[in-house]
Each structure stands twice: as C-alpha cells, then as structure tokens.
C-alpha cells in the first residue's frame, strides 16, 4: 500500500510544478510497479483534463519528480532538463527505468520488467 503521506506529498509538488493543473481539476493515481530483483517502485501519477501530467516515483531512496515527454508508445516521464535524470517508461501495465546521461545523451536501463500490481 502506499503510504497518503507519499500521496500528498506528489500531489502538492505537482501543484508547484504544473500551475495549470493546480487549478484545473486535479486526478491523483496511486500505483506499486514490482520490477526485476522484487523491487518495489510507488508511483503517483498527477493529471488533469487534458491527460497525464507529472509521475512522481521513489526510488533509490529519493523521490523525484517527473514531466510527460514526448514518446513513439506509451507514457514517457523525464526531467525536463538536458542534465541527468531518471527516465520512467509505461505501456500497459508495465513500466521500465532508466537513467539519461546528460552529456553524451544515452541512456542505461536501470529497472525493467516492472508490472503494475
């Protein structure tokens, strides 16, 4: 089960993070992948009328924030920056993590096989 306080918590970061959706009508989804190895990623996914938002994920004992991206298939969420940062790919219900290397653009997946519980 994930926690309400994790729920908050994305729910008031993507409030500071996406104005619109603060005042648009706000969906708070709260989901529990299992990936490779037996870990455990929550998600709280924020989206308004017009479709998905932000997905917050906790993993690797942090919680980070992360904005739709365009994709080919599925959902992709990324940090909108050219640094590095945690990718999170849906389709379905599954999901992959990645890690996106600032500096020469590649990425290395670092979670895969991840199925919705």
């Known amino acids: 089960m994930i926690s309400r306080a994790l729920v908050r918590r994305a729910a008031c970061l993507a409030a500071f993070v996406l104005p619109a959706i603060a005042q648009a009508e706000m969906q708070v989804q709260a989901m529990r992948y299992t990936c490779e190895r037996g870990v455990e990623v929550p998600v709280v996914y924020v989206n308004d009328e017009t479709g998905p938002g932000i997905a917050v994920i906790q993993v690797e004992g942090g919680m980070y924030n992360l904005q739709l991206e365009q994709s080919a298939s599925g959902a992709r969420y990324g940090y ?3 640094g590095s940062h ?6 379905d219900d599954t999901a992959l993590l990645l890690w996106h290397d600032g500096t020469d653009g590649s990425e290395k997946t670092l979670l895969e096989a991840c199925e919705r519980n």
């Open 80 to 82: 909108p920056s050219d």
């Open 86 to 91: 945690y990718v999170w790919w849906t389709k």
